[in-house]
């Protein structure tokens, strides 16, 4: 009986060193970089959706980043796997702020289109994007929002 307890106890005390030292290893490891798609700072909303005219499928995702350092909004359109991400075929995205220019990144892309990249202080942004495959699926979206 008392092998068993000293047995529990140095199980405990390894399983306790063990936890020490995965907490350190967690707390201690780098970050992975905030960019993604090639958009610095963070993703502001939940990305909205490109959905195909006929079927209704999503065809592509549009996630919007604002990097607070710089100011800059960015945007990128997404392919999906039902909207044909892999295959070379038409896709846009563009941004602008109220009363601006567009930004545009337009080609046979086979995964995504942007990233675009605006400033925007004090003013709300615009983004449009199309999407088709090449078995003439197509859909596009355009929305405003993310005021600053």
């Not at 970050?31 to 999503?58: D, F, H, M, T, W």
């Not at 909004?73 to 044909?84: A, D, K, P, Y």
């Not at 070379?88 to 942007?114: C, E, L, M, R, Y």
Request: charged residues 15%.
């Amino acid at each position: 009986m008392l092998e068993l307890i000293r047995v529990y106890r140095r199980s405990l005390s390894v399983g306790a060193s063990l936890a020490a030292i995965m907490g350190a290893t967690l707390v201690m490891a780098p970050q992975a970089s905030a960019a993604q798609y090639g958009c610095p700072g963070i993703q502001v909303g939940n990305g909205e959706q490109v959905v195909e005219r006929n079927s209704g499928y999503a065809m592509s995702t549009i996630p919007v980043f604002y990097d607070a350092a710089t100011g800059t909004n960015c945007v990128v359109n997404r392919r999906t796997m039902l909207g044909g991400s892999g295959t070379k075929a038409w896709i846009t995205v563009s941004v602008w702020a109220d009363g601006g220019s567009p930004i545009t990144d337009a080609g046979n892309f086979a995964t995504q289109a942007g990233p675009v990249k605006i400033k925007a202080p004090g003013k709300c942004i615009n983004v449009k994007a199309t999407t088709h495959k090449s078995n003439g699926d197509y859909g596009d979206l355009q929305f405003r929002g993310y005021c600053g």
